[in-house]
C-alpha cells in the first residue's frame, strides 16, 4: 500500500521523475566509478607485487626497485646471507639492464632482466622453454625468452639465433658484451607494459655480458618468506645484514605507490563525494517539490486518520525508490564508464599490463550503493518532516479557499 | 635511433642516480653566493634543490659528501646556491632532488671523462634555421642523431596526453550529469509558476508571450546560476591549486579557470534553461487555464 502510493505519486509526474532518475543514474555511475579508482590502482598493485608470493624486496640503499640503475655488489654472498634467516624460503636475484640485438642496418634495444629461472617472479613463460640457470659454457649460445614485444621489434621466431649485446656505444658504433643467444620461450613479464620490448637471461649470464660494471651485482633481490612469518622483523633483520641495500616490504611499496597516486586517489574521493551531494540534492529538491504540490492531499489524508508515521514513511520511500532505481541503472553505467576510463589510463607509459586503475570489487559497489541509499534515507528527512508537520485544519482551508 | 637515445637517457641514470646534469634543467635560482672558478681537485662548489635545502636541513656554505653510487667513492662540495623547480608538469610527481654540478666536476665523479650525454643547440631566430641546422648536424654527426625540442617534447608528454584525455572524458560525464540536475531543477522551478501562467492565460494574455516570459526567466535563472557557478569555481579552482602546490611542492597551476571554460559553462547552463523553459511552458500552455488552478 505504502509503496503504492509512493509509485503513483512518483507516475504522476513521469517527466520529472525520469529525469531525477536518470540524474541519480548519472552521479552513482561516477561514485563508483570514484569508489573503484581509489582504491582500485591500490589493490591492483600489491596483487601484482604480491603474484609470486614474495613480500619483500631488497634494492641499492636509499632507491626503489629498478627507480636507478644502481646495483647491489657481492650478490653471491648477500645471496647466501639472505638465505640463512630461517623463515626466508627463497632468495631471488635480479639484474637490470639493456640488450641490443643488431637486425639487419638497425638495433632493436629492450629491457634486459638476468634472472634466476627456479624462483623468479619476473615473468610468465607461455610458450616454449625457460632459460638456464646457470651461465652457458664458453663459446655456447646463451638461452634467452622474448617478450612479444621483442619478438616483433626483431622479426626474430622462437629457435632463431641472434647476436645480442648487453653494452652499446653510439659514438663508436660498437657493443660491448656481444654473445650469441637463442630464443628459448616467449614470456609475459609482469611488471612491464605490454608490447614493451623485454628479454630475460640467466642472471649469470648477463653478469659475464656486462663486464666489471655487472660482476656479481643484481639491481633486486627478491624474498620469499615463511607463511606467517613477521615479514617486518625480517625487513629490519635484511636492513642489518645488507647495509648496502634498503628492504622493502609490501606495505611500504604500497605507500610508495599511495604518494605517487595520490592525486587520482584525492580526485576520486573530490568527485566522489560531489556525484552524491548532487544526487542527495536532486532528490531532496525533488522531493520537497513533490510534497510541496502535494500539502492539501496530505492534509487530507492525516484528517481521515492516517498516521504521521505513515506519510513520513510515503515520503521516505519515494524519495528511496529514485534513489534505488536511479542507482542501480547507475551502477550498471558505472561498470561501462569504469571500463572506457581505465582504457584511457591505461595508455600510461610504461604501465604494466596487469595494472588496472578502476578495479572492480563487490566491495566497492556495496560503498556506492551503502551511500546513495545513505543520500536517498537523508534526502527524505526534510521533506517527510515538512508533510508530518503541517497543520491539518489551516491547510485544508488555504487549499479550499486556493 | 630512438634506442640510441634511449641508450643515453638510462646510461645518464645509471651514471648520475640523484645527481642532474645542470645543463638545461629547468630550475630558478632563489638565492646563491659567489660562483668558484677553483681548480678541479679544490673544493667545488655545486647548487642544490631549494626542497633538499629544507628536508636535510643543508644552509648556503655547507659541506655535503656526494657519491654516484650508495656507498660509492665521495667526495665533498660546497654548497653556494639555492635553486627552485620551475613550473614543469613532467616533474610533478617525482619526489627526487636535483642537484647542479660544473659539467667537469660531474665528469669526473661519475668518470664519464669528456663525455655529455645531449647538446642544446641555439639556433637563429629564423623559421628555417632550426631545419637547416638539424639536417648539417645529422649529415655531419657521427654516433649521434639531432632532435627538435619540439618532437621530444611531444614524446616525452605521452603521460600528460593522457591524463588530459582522462581529464576529458571524467569533464564529459560531470557535464551530463550537471546538465540533467540543472533540467530537472529548471523543470521544477516553471511548473511551480504554474498558477501564474494560468492567471496570465485568462488576463487575455497571448500563449506565444506567456511562453516567451516564461523562456526568459529560466534564461535568466540559469544566466545567474552559472555566474554563481563560475565564483564557485573558481574558489574551488583556488583551493586545488594551494593544497596541490603544497602536496607537490611546485608553483605550476593544476586548476586553470579560463574565458574558454566560463564560456562554455555559462552558454551550456543558459541553453539547458532555454531548453528547460521551452518544454515546461509548452507542456503548461496545453493544459486549460482552469485545470491549472486546480479547478
Known sequence: MLLTLALRSLVRHRVRTLLAVAGVAVSAAMLLDMVMLASGMRESFRGLLLEQGFQLRLAPRGTLPFDTEATIPDAGAAAARLRAHPDVVAVSGVLGGQLHVPVGERTVTGTALGVDPRVQGDYE?????????????????VRVVFSDGMLAATGARLGDTLSVAAGYDPQLRSFAGQRTAVIVGRARFRYLAAGQRATAVALPALQAMRGAEGRDRVSLFLLRTRTGADVDAIRRWADRVEPRATAISTETAMRQVDERLSYFRQLAYILGSVSLVVGFLLVTTLVTVSVNERVGEIAVLRAIGVARERVVAQILVEGLAIMGSGSLLGLGLGLVTARYLNGILSDFPGLPASIDFFLFQPRAAWTALGLLVGAGVLAGIYPSWRGASLPIARTLRQEAVG | MGED?????SRALLLFGALLVASGAPLRLVEAQRLDTLPPRAVRTIAIDERLAVDAGIRLGARVTLATTPGGAADTARVVALVRRRADPSEVARGDYQIRLHLDYLQRLTGAGDRVDRFALATRDEPAAVDSALRA?????????AHRSRDIAVETSTTFAVVSRFHRAIGVITIVASAIFLLCIMLLKIDERRRDVAALRLMGISARTVMRSVMLEAAFIATLGSVLGVGIGAAAS???????RGVYRTPLAFSLVTPGVVTLAVVLSVLLGLAAGLAASSRLLRVPPLALFGR
Request: aromatic share 10%; net charge negative.
Open chain 1, 125 to 141: 613463460l607461455l610458450e616454449g622453454a625457460d632459460v638456464d640457470a646457470a651461465a652457458p659454457a664458453s663459446g655456447a649460445a
Open chain 2, 238 to 244: 583556488a583551493i586545488v591549486n594551494w593544497h596541490y
Open chain 2, 5 to 9: 637515445r634511449d641508450s643515453q637517457l
Open chain 2, 137 to 145: 648536424v645529422n649529415a655531419a654527426a657521427f654516433g649521434f642523431r
